[in-house]
């Protein structure tokens, strides 16, 4: 078990907020957005590379910016309901994260969507499993994986051929790429660098 530090015994909260804003700004918000937003952006976006530059830049401050607030707010108020009821309940995480994510995460914009969709698809998986550790759903007796596996790719799919506009545009880009630029042959360099190219002949 993990013991809090002297600087935790003797200060508490007051130094794990600004320690949390931190971490999540530049060790984990940065970290995580910024190898993603330079491969999707160098792959799939048009435009110059001063452009790309300031997308990448954008998308990386932008989500470590609300990941900072976001467990800021979250920590803040978690500490605010523990002193105010003098214990820690249940609840009171759902209600701090319900009034961190309405405040940070509540503007619909490509990088909160991206985040939405993340935590949606641990959340339902998470539940499913808490489901049939609490004894709501029987435990299965084969692996269900593969059934989901399937379902998921085959709904998926078929958003993308008959439904297109419905998908989130990073999954539009990347399964566009992946399943109708592959169509297009223009020579060897295809299977070297890059299939997809702008120019028009």
């Known amino acids: ?21 931190r971490w999540g ?11 993603h937003a330079l491969v999707m952006t160098f792959l799939f976006k048009s435009g110059s590379l001063r452009e790309k530059l300031k997308s990448i830049a954008q998308a990386t401050y ?15 108020l978690m500490a605010l309901q523990s002193r105010l009821q003098g214990k820690k309940i249940p609840f009171h995480s759902f209600f701090a ?20 969709m993340y935590l949606l698809s641990r959340i339902l998986f998470g539940l499913s499993r808490l489901a049939v550790e609490k004894g709501y759903v029987p435990q299965p007796k084969q692996d269900p994986f593969p059934l989901v596996a399937a379902l998921i790719w085959g709904t998926v799919l078929w958003l993308f051929e008959y439904h297109r506009q419905t998908l989130q545009p990073s999954l539009q880009s990347s399964m566009t790429y992946l399943y ?17 190219r702008t120019d028009s002949k």
Request: charge should be positive; glycine fraction near 10%; hydrophobic fraction near 35%.
């Open 25 to 35: 700004f530049n060790c984990y918000g940065a970290k995580i957005r910024g190898p």
């Open 180 to 196: 109708d630029d592959s169509n297009v042959w223009h020579d060897i360099s295809d299977f070297l660098i890059y299939n997809k």
């Open 97 to 116: 994260a319900c009034i961190g994510g309405w405040l940070v995460f509540g503007e619909n914009n490509p990088i909160n969507s991206q985040i939405i």
């Open 1 to 21: 078990v993990r013991r809090p530090g002297l600087l935790w015994c003797r200060f508490g909260r007051g130094v794990s907020l600004p320690r949390t804003r």
């Open 62 to 76: 932008t989500h470590s910016r609300n990941l900072a607030y976001f467990v800021s707010t979250y920590k803040g």
